[in-house]
């Protein structure tokens, strides 16, 4: 039984008008109306309500519906700390312009004779932009693959 079905036939064995089922669940009735007639779906969280209050399994709720399943899934892949993705981004694009300009002088340096310097950097501190870049690519990538949706994974 798909959850559109399963929460209205569940709402009406309680007697339950769609208001009072949202008062209990503390949504509003219009968002028991999307979910009765497919428009929406709820977050899971209000799915583990729901079946307390009916006192069925989430199972119940999950198995009969592939898209409230897609749906749960594609929820709990949500980035959980935005901004540290934001961090991981920041590193690399002000990295990114940083060894722009490092290999510009050095390329400078080599090949046409200069002796540009960095702001009297020790050489050591040359390489620093580079190891954030490699760890801002590295945390980047990391949140990317573990908590966005991935396309087509299930279809």
């Known amino acids: ?53 009916f006192n069925i399994t989430i199972d119940d709720f999950l198995r009969g519906d592939p898209q409230l399943e897609r749906k749960l899934i594609q929820d709990s892949r949500k980035l959980a700390y935005p901004k540290l993705k934001e961090l991981f ?19 400078l340096n080599t090949f046409a004779g200069t002796s540009i310097s960095l702001v009297g950097l020790p050489a050591w501190a040359e390489r620093v ?5 490699i760890l801002g690519f590295s945390g980047y990538f990391i949140f990317n693959r573990r908590y966005e949706p991935r396309i087509n994974q299930e279809s």
Do not use: C
């Open 1 to 53: 039984m798909r959850f559109q079905d399963r929460i209205k036939y569940e709402r009406e064995k309680f007697n339950w008008s769609q208001q009072e089922l949202a008062d209990q669940v503390h949504v509003t009735r219009q968002a028991i109306s999307k979910w009765e007639t497919g428009k929406s779906l709820p977050t899971i969280e209000t799915i583990i309500q729901l079946s307390d209050l």
């Open 89 to 107: 981004e920041v590193i690399l694009y002000v990295n990114g312009i940083a060894i722009i300009f490092i290999w510009l002088a050095t390329a």
């Open 129 to 133: 932009p580079s190891v954030l870049t």
